[in-house]
Structures are given as structure tokens and as C-alpha cells.
T-cell receptor, first 116, second 111 residues
């Protein structure tokens, strides 16, 4: 596709429910990133994929958060037993090649998650 | 712990004026990024600065990087309303992936 796409664009859920957020990176991009944007914390790095592997999961806030990537393309971020503090905009980004000196991360439109 | 500090956080300026946004970071890095975010929209890449002394310009925006001072600036020349947005700087501390963002500078350009 032309850019990074994410779905759903908005998600409202009740506390304690599980949610899945999806990201479709730019075709051909091998690296994929998840970030979270909230008023209190700003933009935070969550996890990074190179291909289907996630070498660094240290940004995930708790063990309720997990992510996977299949076929070197689509990624899903899953939040189990959602809490109100999980409310934020979840942004996905992709880049052509990790750590290339001129590489840029291209961001998707985000999923706004509201936990009631 | 890496800290990325932007100032000012809020900026209201008149059309036609010049101003500079500053981005300081606390750990050595030779890669710095500037992004723009319009309300309700995602992040748009503006500049990638890859070495000390790097300067890039696009339209009324010019970004520079001083790695020794750990400082980047985003200079706005003759501002126009269309530049109203939030501007973020981000630093890659040689991980090759995780960007550490500043809190953003919310810019409003008024007639």
C-alpha cells in the first residue's frame, strides 16, 4: 500500500477486556515498530520487529502486552485485561531496513484506544 | 536514561515572523529526526539529521544538528498559518530502532 495502515482507527472497550490492534506496514519494509502516545507520557517506544522477530520487547509496559508479526508483514499488538491507564493512541511505524543510516520510520494513522 | 527536551513546548507566533525550536538530548547520538503532527493525524517525517553539522532545509523550515552540544534546532522563517502543528524531535541512541521523542512543541501561527 501507499502507507502504513492501522485498524481499527478507534476502539472503545471495557476494563478487563482484551483488545487486538493491527498494523499493515509499507510493502517491502522489513522493520516494524509500535509506539504509544498519551498525554501524560508523550510518545513511548513499545517494541520493534525485524522480520518476524522481536529483538527488543523492553518497552512493553507490562506482561499484559504482547505483539507478533507474521509473514514479515502484518503485526498485531494485543493487550490483555485492559486497564484505564492503557488508554492512548497506539502508533505503528515501518522502515525499509533497520539501522540504515538514512532510514526513516514512517508512521501510520494510529489506533485510539479508550478503556472505560 | 536518555532525556530529550524540547523548548518551548507552546509557541504562538504571528505570520511573517521567525522563530527557533530547540531540542536538547542527554546521551551521545548522531541521528536525530524531526516530525510534524497535525491535530488528530499521525507523524510526518520532516528531516533526518545524520552527522555533526548537518543542515537540512525544506521550504520555510531549516533543521540543524550539533552533536557535540547535543542540540538540534528547527528554524522557522516567515511563518505562515499552514505551519501550525506540533513538532517533535526524536533521537536514536544507536539502537537502530527505538526513537526517543521529546514532548513536542505546539506551534500556532496567527494572522
Amino acid at each position: 500500500g501507499a502507507g502504513v495502515s492501522q485498524s481499527p482507527s478507534n476502539k472503545v472497550t471495557e476494563k478487563g477486556k482484551d483488545v487486538e490492534l493491527r498494523c499493515d506496514p509499507i510493502s517491502g519494509h522489513t522493520a516494524l515498530y509500535w509506539y504509544r502516545q498519551s498525554l501524560g507520557q508523550g510518545l513511548e517506544f513499545l517494541i520493534y520487529f525485524q522480520g518476524n522477530s522481536a529483538p527488543d520487547k523492553s518497552g512493553l509496559p507490562s506482561d499484559r502486552f504482547s505483539a507478533e508479526r507474521t509473514g514479515g508483514s502484518v503485526s498485531t499488538l494485543t493487550i490483555q485485561r485492559t486497564q484505564q491507564e492503557d488508554s492512548a493512541v497506539y502508533l505503528c511505524a515501518s522502515s525499509l531496513v533497520r539501522a540504515a543510516t538514512t532510514d526513516t520510520q514512517y508512521f501510520g494513522p494510529g489506533t485510539r484506544l479508550t478503556v472505560l | 536514561e536518555l532525556k530529550v527536551e524540547q523548548n518551548p513546548l507552546f509557541l504562538s507566533m504571528q505570520e511573517g515572523k521567525n522563530y527557533t525550536i530547540y531540542c536538547n538530548y542527554s546521551t551521545t547520538s548522531d541521528r536525530l529526526y524531526w516530525y510534524r503532527q497535525d491535530p488528530g493525524k499521525s507523524l510526518e517525517s520532516l528531516f533526518v539529521l545524520l552527522s555533526n553539522g548537518a543542515v537540512k532545509q525544506e521550504g520555510r523550515l531549516m533543521a540543524s544538528l550539533d552533536t557535540k552540544a547535543r542540540l538540534s534546532t528547527l528554524h522557522i522563517t516567515a511563518a505562515v498559518h499552514d505551519l501550525s502543528a506540533t513538532y517533535f524531535c526524536a533521537v536514536d541512541i544507536n539502537s537502530g530502532y527505538a526513537l526517543n521523542f521529546g514532548k513536542g512543541t505546539s506551534l500556532l501561527v496567527t494572522p
